[in-house]
Nanobody, 121 residues
Framework: QVQLVESGGGLVQPGGSLSLSCAAS????????MGWYRQAPGKQRELVAR???????NYADSVKGRFIVFRDNAKNTVMLQMYSLKPEDTAVYYC???????????????WGQGTQVTVSS
């Protein structure tokens, strides 16, 4: 069974840095996209950053120049390095992957359990 397991997150002061990591486990043929979404209280879940298998990346305008997403394909992991954090970055961050598991004939979307990031002084 495929799972996305996140690590990282926590409390950081404004202007600080934090990193998140997500590992996909299970029997996987291919991972097409891995990335991060976030959801703040009272708001919809939104894309933060994602990386496609060929290396292309997409970022939310609000995090461009401050966040970096990268993958380790050999380990089926995706990382999010966050710099210059602001209070408005406070949210639950979810790992997301579009992948092809063994025993299936198509891709499925998976989500991690979420990890809290709080930016506050």
């Amino acid at each position: 069974q495929v799972q996305l397991v996140e690590s990282g997150g926590g409390l950081v002061q404004p202007g600080g840095s934090l990193s998140l990591s997500c590992a996909a486990s299970g029997s996987i043929i291919e991972i097409k996209i891995m990335g991060w979404y976030r959801q703040a209280p009272g708001k919809q879940r939104e894309l933060v950053a994602r990386i496609i298998s060929g290396g292309d990346t997409n970022y939310a305008d609000s995090v461009k120049g401050r966040f970096i997403v990268f993958r380790d394909n050999a380990k089926n992991t995706v990382m999010l390095q966050m710099y210059s954090l602001k209070p408005e970055d406070t949210a639950v961050y979810y790992c997301n992957a579009l992948l092809w598991p063994h025993g299936s004939d198509h891709y499925f979307e998976y989500w991690g359990q979420g990890t809290q990031v709080t930016v506050s002084s």
